[in-house]
């Protein structure tokens, strides 16, 4: 089985700065794929930044990178030079190949609200 | 543009009553799924569909049932509605080989029991 953990239940920024959201995960799977989406006040679901377990180089996404250390089972996103707009609901979330069975489920983590001031 | 769309924003229904919550994908993605989000527990999977008529249960399916009649259209059904099913609900649809590509949702929708 999957397991994502966010452990950070809510987390403060001021605007411009870098923040860190932490998410740790567990499979047995060797090929397994993270995600990061951002969810608003208005509740709809934004894809911000995929990692693959195979990729060599963490990925980024304009001021969205993913810190991905395989070994620590870990997959933090870093958001630079944060906005107003920045304030949601942000979920780490994982799919498994499990040989071609999965059909991509997401298991998600329990999710961490950014909250950037002025 | 890529969507997801679901039948309702907001519904109110009583204890009892059956529930039928519609998510419509226009991207002719074969994987189609039906998660609830509850504060502290994230997303947590209810059923999922790989191809027209087949379903597979998710985490969560206990009061639950779904229907993939078309591609496009995946069902979500409560037969017997409780309080404890209150709850928001997210439809997503994905291409089929899902673990390396995102999903997409719909907007979701705020389910009230009384």
């Known amino acids: 089985a999957q397991k994502i953990t966010q452990t950070q239940p809510g987390m403060f920024v001021q605007e411009k700065e870098a923040v860190t959201l932490d998410c740790t995960y567990d499979t047995s799977d060797p090929s397994y794929g993270l995600f990061w989406y951002k969810q608003p006040s208005s509740g709809e679901m934004i894809f911000l930044i995929y990692?693959?377990?195979?990729?060599?180089q963490n990925a980024t996404e304009g001021r969205y990178s993913l810190n991905f250390q395989k070994a620590r089972k870990s997959a933090n996103l870093v958001i630079s030079a944060s906005q107003l707009g920045d304030s949601a609901m942000y979920f780490c979330a994982m799919s498994v190949n499990a040989g071609g069975t999965s059909y991509g489920k997401l298991t998600f983590g329990q999710g961490t609200i950014l909250t950037v001031h002025p | 543009d890529v969507k997801v769309t679901q039948s309702s924003r907001y519904l109110v229904k009583r204890t009892g009553e059956k529930v039928f919550l519609e998510c419509v994908q226009d991207m002719d993605h074969e994987n189609m799924f039906w998660y609830r989000q509850d504060p502290g527990l994230g997303l947590r999977l209810i059923y999922f569909s790989y191809d027209v008529k087949m379903k597979e249960k998710g985490d969560i399916p206990e009061g639950y049932s779904v229907s993939r009649e078309k591609k496009e259209r995946f069902s979500l059904i409560l037969e017997s509605a409780s309080t404890n099913q209150t709850s928001m609900y997210l439809c997503?649809?994905?291409?089929?080989?899902?673990?390396?590509?995102?999903?997409?949702f719909g907007p979701g929708t705020r389910l009230t029991v009384l």
């Open positions: 997503a649809s994905s291409p089929r080989l899902a673990w390396r590509n995102e999903q997409f």
């Open positions: 990692q693959g377990s195979y990729d060599q």
